[in-house]
C-alpha cells in the first residue's frame, strides 16, 4: 500500500460512522499493515503516564498496562521532539514492549527496532504513535519519512474521536452540546472493556448528575470505592470534597460524633467544637462504605439527614443545614438486614433510589487480563524490572479461576508472582515471564472452596447420622450447599443466593430452618 493510499484510507474512516474504539483499531491496524512491523501502539498522555488506547500485534494484557513517562526513556524522548524518533537494534535504552509482541510463539522477544512520533491536537501534546519491529532495520530512511508524511492524517483521526467523545459523554449526561467549552476530564482507573462494565459505566454517566443517592452493591473486592469516585467526578459536585467513612471501622461510642461532630463539652475529652464528616462533605459528596455496618442507633440520625437536610452536632442545641449528596456500599443485602432488623427500612428506601450492583470479575470476560497489565506494570517498575509478562498458560489459569476476592485477590497474585519469580533468580536485565505455577491459583481454589463445581450436586464430605432419614440426608447436602456456597463467595449471602440459585430471601429463610446463622 502506498503512502498516499493509506492516506486516503485514514481519511475516509474520519467520515465514516464508527464507534470510536473501531476508528482508533482501525488506525493502528492499517499502520501496521502498511509498514509490516510486529506492533503498533497508540497512548494517550495523561498526567505523567501515557495510557494505551489502541493497540495492535501485542499481548491481550497491553490495553491494561500504564507506562510512567519517568520509567521508559523511549517514551519520554518520543514525547519531547516533534516529528519522528528512531531506535535501531544498538539502542542501550530499554523498549517498554520488550516481550510483549504477540508472536504466537510461547517465547518472549525483544524489540529489534523501534520509531515512534509525538502527536498534538489543538496545539496541546496528545500522546504518542509507537511501532515496533523483530527485524533489525525495519525502519529506515523511507519508513520514518512515511510516518511523518502521516502525521496529519493521523492526528485528525484522533483529534476527530476526541470530539466525538466528548459529544457522546455530554449526550449521556442529558447536557446540551457547547462550542468551544473544554472537555470534562477522562478517568484513567477503571480498566475494563467487557459488555458488563461498559454498561455499567454508562449507568453511572446517566446518574451520575441526577443529584440522587446512590447504592452501589457488589462483592467484597470489586472497587466499589473506584465507581464512587467517579461518580463524585462526573457530577457537578465535583468541585466539592469527597468524603470517605468507613463505616465498619466506626467505634459504636464515637460513631455520631465522627458522623455529626461535636460541641465543646460533650463528652469527657471534648475540649472544643468539632465537625464531623457530614460538614466536611458540605456542597460535595459523602461516600458510606460498608453502611450495612452502621449501629441502629446512628441510623436513626442518618436518616434524618437524609430527609431534612440537617445534621445536629453531639451536645449541641441547634441542628445545622448541609448540602451533601450521599454514596453507600455494601458488600451485604440490605433487604435481609431488614428483614431482620438489623437495618432500618426507611433508610434503606433512602439509600437505595438508584442501586446499582457492580459485577464480579468472573463476570468480566477478558477484563482480567487488561486488569493483570495494570498490576504488572506496576509491578515491574516497583521491582526494577526490564519486562514483566505472563505465559499463555498463565492467562489461561487466570480466565478459568473464580476470583471470589475479585480484582483485589487479583493484584495481590499477581504481586505475589512477581515477588517468586525474583526470588527464584530472575535477572532483572532479562525478560521476567510468569508462569501459571508461580500464581499458585490451585491453592487458592482450594482454600476458597471454589474448585467444587459451579452448581453444586453430588456434595461430598457430607456427614449425615447413621441409618438417617431421608429427611435428613437432603437436610445436610443443603447444609453444606449453603456453607460452600457462603465460603466461596466471602460470606455474601446475595451472591451465594445467586450462586444457588435461590431468592436471596429464602435461602436466608432456610438457612435458619437449617441452624445457620447469618
Known sequence: ??????????????????????????????????????????????????RPVAVDGLVDDALGRRFAVKDHPRLAAILQRRGVT????????????????????????????????????????????????????????????????????IEAAVRVTRMEAEIRALRLSGVAVPSGNAPPGEDNEIVG?????????????????????????????????????????LSRRSGKPLVHVNCAALP?????????????GAFSGAVSDRPGRFEAADGGTLFLDEVGELPLSIQAKLLRTLQNGEIQRLGADRPRRVDVRVIAATNRSLRDHVRDGTFRADLYHRLSVYPILIPPLRER????????????????????????????????????????????????????????????GASRKEIVTLEADMLD?????????????ERPSALVGITVPELASMNEVVEASQRQAIRQALELHG???AAAARHLQLDASNLHKLARRLGIKA
Not at 474504539?21 to 510486529?38: D, N
Not at 491459583?441 to 463445581?453: C, H, I, R
Open 1 to 50: 500500500m502506498t503512502i498516499s493510499a493509506i492516506q486516503l484510507l485514514l481519511l475516509t474512516d474520519l467520515v465514516a460512522d464508527l464507534p470510536v474504539a473501531v476508528r482508533l483499531q482501525r488506525l493502528v491496524g492499517s499502520l501496521r499493515a502498511h509498514f509490516g512491523c510486529g506492533a503498533v501502539a497508540l497512548l494517550k498522555l495523561e498526567e505523567e503516564q501515557l
Open 86 to 153: 528512531c531506535f535501531h537494534h544498538d539502542s542501550v535504552l530499554p523498549d517498554p514492549y520488550d516481550g510483549l509482541i504477540d508472536e504466537r510463539i510461547g517465547e518472549p522477544l525483544a524489540v529489534h527496532d523501534c520509531m515512534g512520533m509525538a502527536l498534538d491536537v489543538e496545539g496541546k501534546r496528545w500522546g504518542v504513535v509507537t511501532l515496533d519491529a523483530l527485524t533489525v532495520g525495519a525502519f529506515d530512511g523511507v519508513a520514518q519519512g512515511e510516518l511523518a508524511h502521516l502525521a496529519c492524517a
Open 193 to 233: 472493556q467487557s459488555e458488563a462494565i461498559t454498561h455499567l459505566l454508562h449507568e453511572l454517566q446517566v446518574v451520575a448528575d441526577s443529584g440522587l443517592p446512590v447504592l452501589l452493591l457488589g462483592e467484597t473486592g470489586v472497587g466499589k470505592e473506584l465507581f464512587a469516585h467517579r461518580l463524585h467526578r
Open 252 to 264: 459504636e461510642s464515637l460513631a455520631e460524633s465522627e458522623l455529626f461532630g461535636h460541641a465543646r
Open 365 to 424: 470476560g477478558n477484563d482480567v487480563l487488561l486488569l493483570a497489565g495494570r498490576f504488572l506494570e506496576l509491578n515491574r517498575a516497583r521491582l526494577g524490572l526490564r519486562s514483566l509478562r505472563l505465559s499463555g498458560g498463565a492467562e489461561d489459569a487466570l480466565r478459568r479461576y473464580r476470583w471470589p476476592g475479585n480484582i483485589r485477590e487479583l493484584e495481590h497474585v499477581i504481586s505475589r508472582a512477581s515477588l517468586k519469580a525474583v526470588s527464584r
Open 441 to 453: 491459583l490451585d491453592a487458592l481454589e482450594l482454600s476458597a472452596g471454589a474448585s467444587m463445581p
Open 491 to 493: 460470606q455474601n449471602w
